[in-house]
């Protein structure tokens, strides 16, 4: 049993992203050295359950959030499921062991209303930052992307004559997601100016400097945009695109709809949109109606 053939296996059959795999590799290898230090060796077909819950009280003795603690955990177990296709007589340490439970956290969005402002606030004849930065923004919020489908959208992938992205989410699997007016003048500017500056590239977005971007960058860019939004909890690149996809669900969007713009594999995580909007009903109903809280 050895960590990097479970994380080739994860990389070339699984296709996960890069991001994913390194979470998953320091888990293990976290995993490895506390067993190593306490216990003086690791031999994970020796694993017992007793060593993996003790790692468990360290973690929560260094006041790790939950939600950590538990990817943590899920990274072990699949691990020791996929060693057991191979052997199925190796015994899982991991299977008696519960993952956490999580307090359940709706997402965070930004206010309809503020998004609209923000992006209207770009000016008229924008640089080719300024354009860059009102398409990232109209990308992740006019058709839902995540930040690595926008990382690795190409030029090809943008069907201006269809108003159509071919975007490649998680997995590899492709989806063709439409895009509305605003998002297409943002193309039609952004293009234009990159084509002036940095011709031929086939990367869609770029750096101030012509260069592909990376993740880190755009969230910062994201960020100082979203920063000045009020009442905003986070500001990410993610934000956006809960945002979008509440949005659609408070507009009365039919749910299959948004999980095939998203590229959900399952309803079930799309359903999280539509207690969102449930919620902001409660809000709206507490506050405005004369008899929410005669029982108060």
Known sequence: MDVRGFIRYLEYE???SEHTLKAYQNDLIQFENFIQQVY?????????????RSWMAVLLEQEQAPASIRRKLSSIKA????WRRQNPDLSDPTKAIQTPKLKKRLPVTADATALA??????????DFSAARDKLMLELLYGAGLRRSE??????????????????TGKGGKERLVPYGEA?????????????EI?????????TDKGKPPYPKWMY????????TLPYLERASPHVLRHSFATHLSDAGADLNAIKELLGHSSLAATQVYTHNSIEKLKRSYEQAHPKAKLNE
């Open 183 to 195: 998002v297409h003048r943002a193309l039609l500017v952004y293009q234009e100016r990159k084509n």
């Open 14 to 16: 699984k296709r996960f």
């Open 150 to 167: 926008l990382l690795s959208l190409q030029e090809k992938d943008v069907l201006r004559a269809e108003k159509r992205l071919r975007i």
């Open 220 to 227: 910062n860019q994201v960020k100082r945009y979203l920063g």
């Open 79 to 82: 691990f020791y499921r996929y």
């Open 117 to 126: 402002r923000l992006l209207a606030s770009f000016p008229e004849a924008p």
């Open 40 to 52: 003086g060796s690791c031999k994970w077909p020796e694993i017992v359950a007793s060593q993996v």
């Open 198 to 206: 940095f011709p031929g590239i086939e990367v869609l977005i770029l």
